[in-house]
């Protein structure tokens, strides 16, 4: 069965420093996505996309934040400058249309954040 | 307010009990309406979409009422592997989804 698959499983990274959180949406899918989870609290939507450019975005993803798919496979999250209150699980999710009326979306394993 | 409202449990059951969660949400426009599973320390896992007339699959039963907004999910006969945090999730006319905290399920033998 068809997955999304997400890498690093885990980055630890110094306070300022930038990175990259890489994800591979499954393949027919059209529409992508970034959630966040700190740690004992609940899933936050950060960013969609779709055709090439982002379609909404919560108050969390600000300026420090970007998405890119730079290969049509990859679908990647770059922080800028991480904080310590960045450190979460970080989900990427795909979708697809099914039924004709209900998106489903499915999830990666996640990319554990910390900032130290 | 919350978008999405749910009691946190936990939510303490023996095997082959029938147990019910609800999920409140605030945004009458809100467009698609989801239940998920979480096991610790994991993906989110669809469970099943919610449609108006509700709907069934196996022993998971899946209620909308738009009128007074909420969403509701009973699983009946519990098995040990239903022991998870369930996720009422909402997806609104802008196409942002967003995630109960989620309701803590631990069925025991």
């Known amino acids: 069965e068809p997955e999304v698959t997400q890498t690093p499983s885990h980055q630890v990274t110094q306070m300022g420093q930038e990175v990259i959180l890489r994800c591979v949406p499954i393949?027919?899918?059209?529409?992508f996505y970034w959630y966040r989870q700190i740690l004992g609290q609940k899933v936050e939507f950060l960013v969609s996309f779709y055709n090439n450019e982002i379609s909404e975005k919560s108050e969390i993803f600000d300026d420090q934040f970007s998405v890119e798919r730079p290969d049509g496979s990859n679908f990647t999250l770059k922080i800028r400058s991480t904080k310590l209150e960045d450190s979460a699980m970080y989900f990427c999710?795909?979708?697809?249309?099914?039924?004709?009326?209900?998106?489903?979306?499915?999830f990666g394993p996640g990319t554990r954040l910390l900032v130290l | 307010r919350k978008e999405v409202e749910q009691d946190p449990g936990p939510f303490n059951v023996p095997e082959g009990a029938t147990v019910a969660f609800n999920c409140t949400y605030s945004n009458s426009a809100s467009q698609s309406f989801f239940w998920y599973r979480q096991d610790c320390r994991k993906e989110p896992k669809l469970l099943m979409s919610?449609?108006?007339s509700g709907n069934e699959d196996g022993r998971f039963t899946a209620q909308l009422n738009r009128a007074s907004q909420y969403i509701s999910l009973l699983i009946r006969d519990s098995k040990l592997s239903d022991s998870a945090t369930y996720l009422c999730?909402?997806?609104?006319?802008?196409?942002?989804?967003?995630f109960g905290s989620g309701t803590k399920l631990n069925v025991k033998p």
């Open positions: 919610v449609y108006s």
């Open positions: 393949s027919n899918h059209l529409y």
């Open positions: 999710a795909s979708s697809v249309w099914e039924r004709g009326d209900q998106e489903t979306q499915y």
């Open positions: 999730v909402l997806r609104d006319n802008f196409n942002k989804f967003y």
